[in-house]
């Protein structure tokens, strides 16, 4: 049997009338109803004629999401943990999630990935951008539907974003190395230039600040994202210097660093402590298991999409709110 409007009011135990409105947010509806009609449609696997809902309201229920994922990359898996947040999410508010992923990481093609959803008529648009100035989108997007900013915080365009704190965890992690009596420490990052990496060398700079420690430059190594770069970094450092910690604050990174000490057989933590970013299950299987600052990914999926059906069901709401999920230190063996 073919479910409809009809069936979804009497699951929900509404009128059709208030169904409708959720639907198709055409008039207020509280919270506690909305919730009841999204169950009952969801149960009863409702879907809503696409087509002749955008006619009535302008509006598909359908949010667009970029992000940038190369291939062999860690980092596709903590760009999915997110999706995974804002599509569970979504759903229970009745929007369903269109993905795009700009596999070359070149700013065209970001571009290119958002004309094509304008002409899918999308309701918002979720992005992690390539881009460190995105005042692009003053001109592709002309603010006819609100965009969220995950993991990075370009400039140039007012949305909200929504952010790990990279500085804290940076932060925390570099303290409690130089509280286990570590001064030499070295870090490796990703490129310079997004908000992310940038904010995680500021958090270990800050950190050597308030023990009275100058900023070595000598000790960092900055270096496209790639196990083959995190190798050569953590191989030059132990060449050139004298440290006794390494911080990497880019999984990739640190997953080619790792493999460098291990080949060249140098004990952790008695030799050289370790602390790397975003806790996937490889970390916990290297001898010793490795510390990292845990980023909460699934986390960042939900509030980005929460923050999206708040932008589009209160459209007076002020521009450039500013989300921050703290990290966790995971203290393993290698500290």
Request: include cysteine; proline fraction near 3%.
């Amino acid at each position: 049997m073919k479910v409809g409007i009809k069936e979804v009011a009497e699951a929900a135990g509404v009128s059709i009338a208030t169904v409708s409105h959720v639907v198709n947010h055409t008039r207020f509806v509280s919270e506690e109803t909305k919730s009841k009609v999204y169950r009952a449609m969801e149960q009863l696997d409702f879907r809503p004629n696409a087509v002749a809902q955008s006619l009535r309201s302008q509006k598909t229920n359908t949010i667009g999401l970029i992000v940038p994922m190369l291939p062999s990359d860690t980092s596709n898996f903590f760009f999915m943990t997110i999706a995974q947040g804002i599509q569970k999410t979504l759903r229970q508010y009745g929007y369903q999630m269109l993905l795009s992923n700009n596999s070359t990481e070149e700013l065209e093609e970001e571009k290119e990935q958002i004309k094509l959803f304008n002409s899918k008529l999308i309701d918002g648009l979720i992005i992690a951008s390539i881009a460190d100035e995105a005042s692009y989108l003053n001109d592709t997007v002309r603010s006819r539907y609100p965009v969220v900013f995950i993991d990075r915080k370009p400039a140039g365009y007012s949305g909200d974003y929504v952010l790990a704190d990279g500085f804290g965890g940076s932060l925390q992690a570099v303290q409690t190395l130089l509280e286990r009596g570590h001064t030499r420490i070295g870090f490796i990052t990703g490129s310079l230039g997004i908000s992310t990496s940038n904010e995680r060398l500021d958090g270990y700079k800050k950190a050597l600040s308030d023990r009275g420690i100058a900023f070595d430059p000598s000790l960092v190594r900055e270096a496209v994202a790639s196990f083959e770069s995190g190798y050569e970094c953590a191989k030059e450092l132990l060449a050139s210097s004298d440290i006794t910690a390494l911080f990497v604050a880019n999984n990739v990174l640190t997953m080619g660093g790792v493999s460098y000490l291990q080949e060249q057989r140098i004990k952790i933590p008695e030799e050289l402590a370790v602390i790397g970013f975003d806790d996937y299950d490889w970390t916990k299987i290297t001898t010793p298991p490795l510390s990292v600052i845990r980023q909460p990914s699934f986390e960042i999926g939900v509030k980005a999409a929460e923050a999206m059906i708040q932008r589009i069901e209160n459209q007076e709401h002020e521009q450039g709110n500013e989300y921050r999920l703290p990290t966790t230190l995971v203290l393993r063996g290698s500290c």
